[in-house]
């Protein structure tokens, strides 16, 4: 943990791979230093991963009855979410890796070397065409928000979120009405943009109609590519996910929910939080710490479809009719501003 973080402070702008037992951080274009790294294993509390984790004092189980009444009886006030693509594909977000889909099928036109290219800067430079296609899907007003963002918004609302992390693009949370400043958007956004030769800052409504036309956005003083401010290989993490330095020591509740935590940096957070504060992962598989060695006491895992979970926790809560107002209200704002940003 005290190694990570000097190594945070002087590489602010680092972002961290980790490849057979190699921990490399690269800033830029350049390869800073790797170190050799291994996931570590406390036998006290069954913790594993960068970040390290305490001791496990829970005396008994815990349930996801417990997780609703301990947020129902506001015990737990600096709720810490971390989600993935999962809480996305129950609002229809295409896999443009998965061959079949529209969106895949589209891009193979660009001839990409690989799916993941449309993600490297280097091909970026080389050919954006490709990730604009992708940014044209993507853009708000094709897809809208699901129960799981209607849920997180609400925790917001009654003052109990202290920060979501996510690691997609979708920008749904934000049409969810979650905002800004409680999101650590760990890929990076649409809802601004940089050109890439002069690093002027853009808004993403900004490129609106270019992209939606299909055209390539282009700086209007340089003539530069405007680049939306998605985290590519090979580029440095939003400075904002740094937070977590301060927000996961502070959680008193961590929810995990629809990811496959095997995307570092973010994956370690799981194991940032104090080895006595509860972890709920509300997933379609058991991932990353609820599924190496002993679990938690304090750890609940409800497994299956990842809407379904929420919903079970919201019913528990007796959220339910709040949150399907709020549904209701926030889904008629969304469909009546198109681009909420
Ligand atoms: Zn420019």
């Known amino acids: 943990m005290t190694s990570l973080l000097i190594l945070s402070r002087r590489f602010m702008f680092a972002t961290v791979n980790i490849t057979n037992n190699r921990l490399t951080l690269f800033q830029g274009k350049g390869n800073l230093l790797w170190l050799p790294y291994r996931r570590t294993f406390h036998k006290c509390c069954g913790e594993r991963g960068l970040f390290g984790g305490g001791r496990d004092n829970a005396q008994k189980q815990q349930t996801l009855e417990d997780i609703a009444k301990s947020i129902r009886e506001r015990e737990c006030k600096r709720v810490v979410v971390m989600a993935g693509a999962g809480i996305s594909t129950p ?44 940014a044209k899907e993507l853009y708000p007003g094709n897809y809208l928000p699901n129960l799981t963002h209607y849920f997180i918004r609400l925790l917001h609302d009654k003052g109990q979120l202290l920060r979501m992390y996510t690691q997609n693009i979708d920008g749904l949370e934000r049409m ?32 609106h109609s270019d992209i939606m036309a299909g055209t390539v956005p282009n700086c209007p003083h340089c003539k530069g590519v405007i680049k939306p401010d998605i985290v590519f290989f090979g580029e440095e993490l939003p400075q904002h996910f740094f937070l977590y330095l301060t927000d996961f020591p502070m959680a008193d509740l961590l929810i995990v929910m629809g990811t496959s935590l095997e995307v570092e940096p973010f994956a370690s957070l799981a194991g940032a939080v104090r080895g ?36 079970k926790l919201a019913e528990a809560l007796g959220w339910m009719p709040e949150l399907e107002a709020l549904m209701a209200a926030q889904g008629q704002q969304v469909s009546r501003v198109k681009s909420y940003w």
């Open 176 to 207: 969810a009405g979650i905002p800004p400043k409680m999101l650590v958007e760990a890929h990076g956004t649409f809802a601004t943009a940089t050109c890439t030769v002069c690093r002027r800052d853009y808004k993403g409504e900004e490129l």
């Open 91 to 134: 609002s229809g977000i295409p896999d443009f890796r998965s061959p079949g889909s529209g969106l895949y099928d589209n891009l193979q036109q660009y001839n990409l070397p690989y799916a993941e290219a449309i993600f490297e800067i280097n091909y970026f430079h080389h050919n954006p065409k490709p990730f604009f296609a992708l």
């Open 276 to 311: 006595s504060v509860p972890r709920l992962l509300i997933n379609r598989d058991l991932v990353g710490p609820f599924a190496w060695g002993p679990p938690r006491k304090n750890d609940v895992a409800e497994i299956g479809d990842v809407v379904s979970g929420v919903k």
